[in-house]
């Protein structure tokens, strides 16, 4: 991104013996906007100063650069009596010619004036970020200074270099508005992510079952959480139990999960089955990774697969090497089966919108659990992303 700007332009008188002051005209534009053929027009006039003698001066034509996709209209200007003369310069999608004009006759002045031309006002920031690290916002054309606008406004913020960055504690989608100083507006959008961070607050996790809601309850005096599993009775149970994430990466090495399975009476963990669901495999916990919401999209959604933890009475840590052979998506694709699954576990590692945990058996992983002869409490204790 360029930014041009109008030179002062300063006469410099050079021989005292000069009969006439001459001046770049206070008129001289110094933008100039381009036109749909990319095609501008700027003129740098010359004028006798008001009150001095007329006099014949000739002033030969320099430009920075030497060359370039523009033209003049010609090599030197000559200020007769009449008092004024003109150059026209035509950019050719040229951003900025400096034109310096030397005098040849006896005044010996040198004067000069910087035009600058510019196409439409645009902006086309770094579609994604996944860091703090500054990122340029790509604004082009219009007329500087810009002034710039985040909505919201409390993800990402602006530095005096016209660069942006994330503050890091909030991820989401940015328009980004850009308004140039003759209030031209552009917009672009950033989508913000952030590294996925379990939490162990209740209020951020959702469990869901077939029929009803069900709500963790903060641990006392301690951080983590706890569901009781609904009965056999109810009709209930636990099937999806899921922090939402969205706009986040997984970066790391593998998930961990601590917790504990206390239990009143002769429990039996029962898992929802279906007719096509003949698995006698007993009802497990496993981790589950999501992009978007449930559906049958193939790589939408991954469980841990085969790592898993029976349901029964103790205390347990689930960990998973986040290595696509460690998962498989809803179509039972292990996910380093080729390239079109891996790429599909890669996506979602890298678009996390809810992250958690499944109950079920050993066919259907998130079909649900209740339980009958007692009561069973999970309990979660720790969930992390290792290095």
Known sequence: MSFLRLLPLLPLLACALAR?????????????????????VAHVDIRLRPGTTPANASFVVETIPASGRFTLSAPRLTLSRAGSARLTVTSLGESAVKVILREVTSGGQTLSAELNFHGPLAIKPTAVVSNT????????????PYTLKATPADILGFRPDGTAAAHGSKAGMVVVTVTDARRKTARGEVLVRLPASPSLQA??????????IIRPVNLTNAPGWFLDFPTVASGRNVGYVMEAMPFRYLAGSALEARFTLVTEGPVVFDHRTAPNNTSDFPAHVRFLLQNGPISLDAHG????????VKLQPGSFTLRVPLDPGQWS???????????S??????????NISEMGFTFGGGFFFGHG?????????????GFDVLP
Request: aromatic fraction near 10%.
């Open 20 to 40: 006439a002051e001459v001046y770049v005209s206070t008129a001289t534009p110094s933008w100039t906007a381009l036109n749909a053929a990319g095609k501008g």
């Open 133 to 144: 690290a500054p990122f340029d916002l790509g604004i082009s054309g219009g007329v500087p």
């Open 203 to 212: 209020s951020n996790w959702l469990v869901r079952s077939t029929v009803a």
């Open 301 to 308: 959604r991954w469980w841990s697969n085969p790592i898993a």
């Open 329 to 339: 998506n809803v179509w039972g694709q292990v996910g380093d089966l080729d390239d």
């Open 341 to 350: 699954t891996r790429a599909g576990f890669a996506h979602v590692l890298a």
């Open 369 to 381: 659990v209740r339980v009958s002869g007692g009561s069973a409490r999970f309990i979660l204790t």
